[in-house]
């Protein structure tokens, strides 16, 4: 079965700081990887994918994300956080082999950046 | 994501009453889905379609029922609402890798803005 964890409900970090979001995953077969973004009141915005090749994979906003096939990992990371990338972010994966291509999304990440 | 809409985008009803949710895109993707947002449960998939005469449900699908009407809309239906579906409703959009067949859907999905549901 495939499953998505975000094990932080909430992540604090200063303004200017590195940040990081985690996420690990469970398919069955080799995983497509997705990390979206939710501002208040709007909708789901993608970020970044993984698929294959290299195993950091850089998004929109300065974003980027490592995956770790071993730690069945794809944190998500970004080295000076703004107080406007404040929002709830998820983590979804779906598995490779599947012909259904949906996804499954983890239960999301408050991250609060402050001035 | 302006290219797929939902309507309403807020709307209070009463336990029993028969809401549709309506969503509709211009992006020219087979693949539509529904989902529900709830805190602290991320999002669960309702239901999904791959094209007008493929249906499929999801992991949450009691109590809804879903009308795809062309390769723009995808309607979702609560037959009798009950509270416990009071929630953040999205539709989203796919479309598979044109070169990789059946197995080539990896691109991502695209989200609407989401429809508030309270059902008192």
């Known amino acids: 079965a495939q499953s998505v964890a975000q094990p932080e409900d909430q992540v604090n970090v200063a303004e200017g700081n590195p940040l990081t979001v985690k996420c690990t995953y469970s398919?069955?077969?080799?995983?497509?990887l997705f990390w979206y973004v939710q501002y208040p009141n709007r909708g789901l915005q993608f970020l970044l994918k993984?698929?294959?090749?290299?195993?950091l994979v850089k998004g929109s906003y300065g974003f980027e994300a490592e995956f770790n096939k071993s730690q069945t990992s794809f944190h998500l990371k970004k080295p000076s956080a703004l107080v406007s990338d404040s929002a709830l972010y998820f983590c979804?994966?779906?598995?490779?082999?599947?012909?259904?291509?949906?996804?499954?999304f983890g239960r999301g990440t408050q991250l609060t950046v402050w001035p | 994501d302006a290219d797929v809409t939902q309507t309403p985008r807020n709307r209070i009803t009463k336990t029993g009453k028969r809401i549709m949710l309506e969503c509709s895109q211009t992006?020219?993707?087979?693949?539509m889905y529904w989902y529900r947002q709830d805190p602290g449960l991320g999002l669960r998939l309702i239901y999904y379609?791959?094209?007008?005469?493929?249906?499929n449900k999801g992991e949450i699908s009691d109590g809804y029922s879903v009308s795809r009407q062309a390769q723009a809309k995808f309607s979702l239906s609560l037959e009798s609402a009950i509270p416990n579906q009071t929630a953040l409703y999205f539709c989203?959009?796919?479309?598979?890798?044109?070169?990789?067949?059946?197995?080539?859907?990896?691109?991502?999905?695209?989200f609407g803005p989401g429809t508030r549901l309270t059902v008192l």
């Open positions: 979804a994966v779906r598995d490779r082999g599947s012909t259904l291509g949906r996804l499954y």
């Open positions: 989203a959009t796919s479309d598979p890798n044109p070169g990789q067949g059946a197995l080539g859907s990896y691109n991502e999905q695209f």
């Open positions: 992006k020219g993707h087979d693949r």
């Open positions: 379609s791959f094209d007008v005469k493929d249906i």
């Open positions: 993984y698929i294959t090749g290299d195993n």
């Open positions: 398919v069955s077969g080799n995983p497509y």
